[in-house]
């Protein structure tokens, strides 16, 4: 079935520094990939999604690149702050339908200060 | 405009007992999905509703678990005859024809004792 990968699970950076997470899907006709934000004890939140006939986009400190020879697709977060803390969710369409996606397992950032 | 809800918050249940958890989606958003979140875990899907269509239940576990959706709007996941593994955050989310965004509930943290 439909599976996605996301790595590292765990990820700690400097205030300051860059923050990379790498997504790999199995569906090549998948065609969104949304990217949501959990903070603690809080609920899920979207942060950038990109569709298939992009290959980047930027929303400030938020950069979302895709591959799609590849499937894969990354997030990219620049100048971390500390309330850039929180697990980190990728996620694919499955086939080519927008509503329903398959998630990632997650990457927990930590932003040191 | 209010987000999504979902009740109980919080529920405490014995092994072998019946729950029922609510979501009360966005007014107007045709899609629902429930997932399931185990402590540091990701998020699990279990069942899609989309308008009229019949549901996409292809992620529920076992067939303790079902929902239903009554009139395109709540929706109601009950799971059966507990077991110690259900214990985890049951989340809602819903979105909007021709918006992709999936918006969560703040979930329903079940403990089965």
């Known amino acids: 079935g439909e599976n996605v990968e996301q790595h590292p699970s765990t990820l700690s950076v400097q205030e300051g520094d860059s923050a990379v997470i790498k997504c790999t899907y199995s569906?090549?006709?998948?065609?969104?990939f949304p990217w949501y934000k959990q903070e603690l004890g809080k609920r899920p939140q979207l942060i950038i999604d990109i569709r298939s006939n992009v290959g980047e986009k930027k929303d400030q400190r938020i950069a979302v690149t895709l591959n799609k020879t590849a499937k894969h697709f990354s997030l990219h977060i620049t100048e971390t702050q500390p309330e850039d803390s929180a697990v980190y969710f990728c996620?694919?369409?499955?086939?080519?339908?927008?509503?329903?996606?398959?998630f990632g397992p997650g990457t927990s950032l930590s932003v040191i200060p | 405009g209010a987000g999504v809800s979902q009740s109980p918050s919080n529920k405490v249940t014995e092994k072998g007992k019946d729950v029922e958890l609510r979501c009360d989606p966005i007014?107007?958003?045709?899609?629902l999905y429930w997932y399931r979140q185990s402590l540091g875990q990701g998020l699990e899907f279990l069942i899609y509703f989309q308008g009229n269509s019949a549901p996409d239940k292809s992620g529920l576990p076992s067939d303790r678990f079902s929902a239903e959706r009554t009139g395109g709007s709540v929706s109601t996941l009950t799971i059966q005859r507990t077991q110690q593994e259900d214990s985890a955050v049951y989340l809602c989310a819903s979105s909007g024809q021709g918006n992709f965004e999936q918006y969560f509930g703040p979930g329903t943290r079940l403990t089965v004792t």
């Open positions: 996620a694919a369409s499955i086939q080519t339908s927008y509503d329903k996606v398959i």
């Open positions: 569906d090549s006709a998948s065609n969104y």
């Open positions: 007014s107007g958003h045709t899609a």
